[in-house]
């Protein structure tokens, strides 16, 4: 195996260091890279334990005594960062590394400080890009196990947390000559890349040998450097309350004065955590501004909540019959990178610039069928062919340059695929995808498959009927017999096929199942009806979860709830878990495939609300619930509710800079809701952005612990499988 990287050059320091006679700091010595690799036992350090009585027995025979060593390691419930003490650290020379483990993430560790426990440069040899690294020439790639300052990635590449040696295992890597910090930045000392195999090949294979970082966990203090200000050892994260304050402080409150029969229009009152957009009281009851049609890409602001919107185009106004939207909340509108926005309506698939409106022209898109948005390259765009012939094709296109490439041909026993707008998203590395898709001349034998990206292969090919053949495990239906699903999709780590029914209750084929991504077994049911949902991933980047209504609050049966379930259920159904109590119609749509820990809710049609000032929170709004039961409200979308067009359906970015909702900006465009003589007209609608800074967005929290939680911004939701996987037609090697 050959992967691709950047020369790495040794400095013009780490070579006059290697020169120097090794000078030995006792007790200053606080950071280290072992001189030595794993060997034969390749990934199998021991598990943690292991690797940091390998870094005590090193710092042992170098003569550093008296401290307790940590290996920068995560595993699949460790964060690596969490591990490591408070700081400062130090290195053999005695010169500092990092204050805390917050300098260590957003700094990083200067190339020429990396130095192992004898004062050597912690890069071996010079790289040549013309030959591979199996001979060690070159040695530069550092275990870590970490992608991102969460600490762990999602399906846990981290050779079965330190104890596998297995060629099928794999693991994630820094670079000890990288400096630079960041999620798989080629030159990041953390977190450069993925590999293959955590057999001893496998490490040698992409310039390492198992080598890894050591930290003494009590830091010390250096003769050399003028003593650092003491830094609290990051913990646990605290509760907190919807500003970000601790449990422990007094919060300010906002109290109501509005009534039904108030309609003045209330300023939000500022957030004690210092981000202006948004309203955080889940109590007060506010009424929209008149705020009249904007032209296109003027940004405006709505003056009761302070978020900044534009108006992407105006179809409902330029063109006869023509509208615009997000395709569906579950579905991620913005690619990556946020440089683009997919959009659909009556011109079919359109591609947006996010950086000033303009359409992308020159795109073929008449074909498209389920486009979803790769993670990388972060303007490819995956989709399947036409339904025009009996083939089923995967393809890929590239944005920038509307080149189409097929990228996996179905078996030919497959006919046709099953669009449907509410199936769910790509798992969040790119590398799984799921599809109902039909047997060649059979319309009503439906296959649930799930599709291997990364290794261009079909994993699960599941038989609907075969579910319901007499020793199958599924009842049919006294009525309507077999009982198809609503959509199909995976988790965000790619564990599981989802599958959501339209029946309900807790025998098999009902509420939402999950089933294995490879094998397709049954493994839980999480929610025993069909509610609106969607699958997300927790702050902790371990725990999938589905974010739901329930008919019945436990506060208040006349309500419903916001609740969440968490994946992969059990036998019969997962314990909600409730989060909110809002009224009815105000917790239709979720789209929870942003940043971790908070989705983005938005009201259906709503029409048994008579009309007239608001009478209650979040009525008509599209708000931010977090999984920590804190909120933030972001404005009314102001759509006429005629027809299913002009739905919110309201969609947020990977990370959460961007909201995308439709709205006819209650010019009622369509008649199926206002005028029920006219049922087939569906409404017409424009896409409208919002703009949030990341406090705004982000899980309540302060400082290193939301960093770290979070993720710093999950921009870069580059994930180890999807580095250069995916290839416009061609796989790339490996």
Request: aromatic share 8%; charged share 20%; with cysteine.
């Amino acid at each position: 195996m050959s992967f691709s990287r950047r020369a790495a050059i040794p400095s013009v320091l780490a070579m006059t260091l290697a020169l120097l006679p090794v000078v030995s700091q006792g007790q200053e010595t606080s950071f280290f890279v072992t001189s030595t690799g794993s060997g034969a036992a390749g990934g199998n350090l021991g598990g943690l334990a292991g690797a940091d009585a390998k870094c005590a027995a090193l710092a042992e025979q170098a003569g550093v005594t008296g401290m307790t060593w940590a290996a920068f390691l995560s595993t699949s419930t460790v964060n690596a960062f969490m591990r490591i003490g408070a700081g400062p650290w130090f290195n053999r020379a005695g010169q500092k590394i990092a204050d805390d483990a917050q300098d260590l993430y957003t700094t990083g560790v200067a190339a020429a400080l990396v130095l192992d426990e004898n004062g050597n440069p912690g890069t071996i040899g010079t790289y040549d890009p013309e030959r591979e690294c199996t001979q060690q020439e070159f040695d530069h790639d550092i275990l870590t196990g970490t992608y991102d300052a969460s600490g762990t990635d999602w399906d846990t590449p981290t050779c079965q947390d330190w104890t596998s040696s297995s060629p099928a295992e794999r693991f994630i890597v820094g670079h000890s000559d990288g400096g630079a910090a960041g999620e798989y930045l080629p030159q990041s000392w953390y977190s450069a890349h993925a590999n293959a195999g955590c057999d001893e090949a496998g490490l040698m294979g992409t310039c390492g040998r198992g080598r890894i970082y050591c930290f003494a966990t009590g830091g010390t203090q250096s003769t050399a450097t003028a003593t650092p200000t003491a830094t609290a050892t990051p913990t646990a994260t605290p509760t907190l309350t919807p500003d970000g304050a601790p449990t422990d402080t007094p919060t300010p409150t906002t109290t109501s004065t509005a009534t039904p029969d108030d309609n003045a229009t209330p300023t939000p009152t500022p957030t004690p955590d210092g981000c202006e957009a948004g309203i955080t009281d889940p109590n007060l009851v506010v009424q929209p501004a008149a705020i009249p049609l904007q032209p296109v890409w003027v940004a405006f602001s709505d003056p009761v909540f302070g978020t900044t919107l534009r108006r992407v185009s105006d179809l409902t106004t330029s063109t006869p019959s023509g509208f615009e939207t997000q395709e569906y909340n579950q579905l991620q509108a913005f690619s990556a990178d946020n440089a683009y926005l997919l959009l659909s309506g009556s011109e079919g698939y359109r591609v947006r610039r996010v950086a000033d409106g303009s359409l992308v022209e020159g795109l073929d898109t008449s074909g498209w069928n389920a486009a979803r948005w790769l993670p990388s390259p972060a303007h490819a765009i995956v989709h399947f062919d036409d339904n025009g012939n009996e083939s089923v094709i995967l393809q890929v296109t590239n944005v920038d340059t509307g080149d189409t490439n097929e990228y996996l041909a179905f078996p030919a026993t497959y006919w046709t695929v099953i669009t449907n707008r509410s199936s769910d998203e790509l798992s969040d590395d790119g590398r799984w995808l799921a599809a109902m898709v039909n047997r060649v001349g059979a319309e009503g034998e439906w296959v649930f498959v799930t599709v291997d990206l990364e290794q261009r292969r079909l994993a699960v090919q599941l038989e609907l009927e075969a579910l319901y053949a007499p020793a199958g495990p599924c009842e049919r239906d006294p009525e309507y017999g077999v009982v198809p699903p609503d959509w199909v999709g995976v988790s965000p780590l790619g564990r599981y096929l989802v599958v959501q029914w339209v029946r309900d209750g807790t025998s098999r084929c009902s509420g939402l199942e999950t089933f294995d991504i490879e094998t397709g077994a049954f493994v839980g049911r999480v929610m025993p009806h069909h509610h609106h949902a969607d699958l997300g991933l927790d702050v902790d980047g371990v725990t999938e979860f589905v974010m739901t209504t329930e008919l019945e609050h436990p506060q208040d049966p006349n309500r419903p709830g916001i609740a969440m379930r968490l994946l992969p259920g059990s036998a019969t159904e997962s314990t909600p878990t409730f989060l909110g109590m809002p009224q009815w119609g105000d917790e239709d749509h979720f789209s929870c495939r942003g940043p971790r820990g908070v989705c983005l809710i938005s009201w259906g049609l709503n029409t048994f609300r008579a009309p007239g000032p608001h009478a209650d929170p979040f009525e008509d709004e599209l708000y931010l619930q977090y999984t920590n039961g804190s909120v933030r409200r972001l404005t009314h979308p102001r759509t006429s509710k005629c027809g299913y067009w002009t739905q919110a359906r309201a969609t947020i970015s990977r990370d959460g800079r961007y909201v995308v909702f439709a709205s006819d900006w209650g010019r009622q465009t369509g008649q199926a809701t206002c005028n029920p003589e006219d049922p087939d007209d569906l409404g017409r609608s424009d896409p409208y952005l919002i703009e949030l800074e990341q406090c705004e967005v982000q899980v309540p929290g302060s400082s290193l612990a939301a960093l770290l939680l979070l993720g710093a911004g999950l921009a870069p939701l580059v994930a180890w499988r999807a580095r250069a996987r995916i290839r416009l037609g061609r796989r790339a090697s490996h």
